[in-house]
């Protein structure tokens, strides 16, 4: 069985193993797709089609995928509506770089599945751009969440991956992986907005010259740090800066 399914949920987790105790390795968006080796009563065994990412999911939360063209949510949230109408909103909600397909359009609302949402809160995938960090302050104190993937909770090379997933740009989930693929290397005095810090299991991005932003487990909230600080209490630890990389 070589299959697609699109995660029919507002977030699913992508489990080391086929136990929802297990440890959570990534996480898969409302809309996006995973493709499926092997089943067993409960669970998916195979890869995210983004980023190949291996790993259990939990069937429930799957449809089988039908052809379609989709869009992003490019606010933090969109809510949810009964109907095409202001007064029919509902407390449910999708998350940022969520896809949906339209299946329909009435009064500035697009239709999904059995719900609505507003057209401003999308953009079609087939645009591009390179200002990744366009809406990195949706994820401004956002909790440390290992193995997290959205504005609900994310990891250090999560929250990278989502802003490159933002723009329509492929990025490896996990740190070690994100600097491998990344090619260009940069020194500490020619850094410059956007380029991308590597520790040994972590990654953080400058926002300019003297400021980082970044998933920091030891703060358990996504923070703005000062770079010199931050290489700083990281070499105290035995973990030195290992390179800065210009990701566009």
């Known amino acids: 069985m070589n299959k697609s399914f699109t995660c029919n949920n507002q977030l699913t987790n992508i ?19 995973f493709y499926v080796t092997k089943k067993n009563k409960l669970f998916y065994e195979g ?15 799957f449809i089988k995928t039908k052809p379609s063209k989709n869009s992003r949510i490019i606010l933090k949230k969109s809510f949810l509506y009964t109907a095409p109408d202001n007064s029919k909103k509902i407390k449910k909600y999708l998350l940022f770089n969520s896809l949906v397909s339209i299946l329909d359009e009435k009064n500035n609302f697009i239709k999904i599945n059995k719900y609505w949402i507003k057209k401003n809160s999308i953009n079609k995938t087939i645009i591009k751009s390179n200002n990744f960090l366009k809406k990195i302050f ?52 020619n850094i410059k907005r956007g380029d991308l810090l590597f520790w040994k299991g972590h990654v953080a991005i400058a926002l300019n010259k003297k400021k980082l932003i970044h998933a920091y487990g030891p703060k358990k909230k996504v923070i703005i740090m000062s770079i010199t600080n931050v290489i700083n209490i990281l070499s105290k630890k035995n973990l030195p800066l290992v390179a800065i990389k210009r990701p566009l």
């Open 47 to 61: 890869f995210s089609v983004y980023d190949h990412y291996k790993g259990y999911v939990l069937k429930k939360h």
């Open 138 to 189: 949706f994820f401004l104190k956002t909790k440390y969440l290992w193995g997290g993937n959205s504005i609900l909770g994310i990891d250090c090379s999560g929250l990278v991956q989502e802003l490159m997933k933002s723009i329509n740009k492929k990025c490896p989930r996990d740190s070690k992986d994100q600097f491998k693929f990344f090619k260009k290397n940069v020194s500490l005095n």
């Open 15 to 33: 489990y080391k193993s086929a136990n929802p105790k297990s440890e959570v390795v990534s996480q898969i968006l409302f809309g996006e797709k």
